[in-house]
């Protein structure tokens, strides 16, 4: 059975062509699309603090805090042109003394996790983000997500903080942890 599920794996890692990504700055009309995909994470209680589904009114606000100068909301596109996920770099903390520093957030479509996808995207942010003032990436990552753990740390992303069950989720206390790196 394991074999198999291998195969399977591999015959959808041929079918990405991740030298064919398309990241685009996100405009209203792709917050749907973007509201659809983190939707799809909050019953695995893996990757968001949010229990229930938000809604597009509900994001407005955060959409409109994030600028293609500075805070990129970036919509990634396959070769067919289609949305297969998002991420965005959001100020850590709101205040002018932590500008350079921001919180990068990762949401693909189910179908395109677990493929390498992901690693493609913090790739393009790392190299990407000196070009609007960041110094240091931060990742908030529930202790018991590990493949998002294992992501980050794949490029060089460290510990700076846990905090204990800090989180309610289905009657079960997670926690938190903060993962950091320096880029310039």
Request: charged content about 25%.
């Amino acid at each position: 059975m394991q074999i198999l599920k291998n195969k399977i794996l591999e015959s959808r890692e041929k079918e990405i062509d991740m030298a064919a990504l398309n990241y685009r700055d996100a405009t209203r009309n792709d917050l749907v699309r973007i509201v659809e995909i983190y939707n799809s994470t909050v019953p695995s209680r893996m990757v968001t603090a949010d229990t229930e589904s938000v809604t597009v009114e509900s994001r407005q606000k955060w959409f409109e805090e994030h600028t293609p100068s500075k805070r990129p909301l970036w919509v990634i596109e396959n070769s067919d042109h289609a949305t297969i996920g998002w991420v965005s770099f959001q100020s850590f903390y709101g205040r002018p003394a932590y500008d350079s520093t921001v919180e990068i957030s990762i949401y693909l479509d189910t179908q395109y996790r677990g493929q390498g996808v992901g690693k493609e995207i913090l790739r393009y942010c790392i190299n990407n983000a000196p070009k609007f003032g960041i110094k240091t990436l931060l990742g908030f990552i529930f202790e018991h997500n590990e493949p998002s753990l294992r992501l980050f740390s794949h490029f060089g992303f460290e510990d700076w903080a846990t905090l204990p069950n800090i989180a309610l989720l289905d009657g079960q206390e997670k926690g938190l942890k903060i993962v950091g790196k320096r880029i310039a």
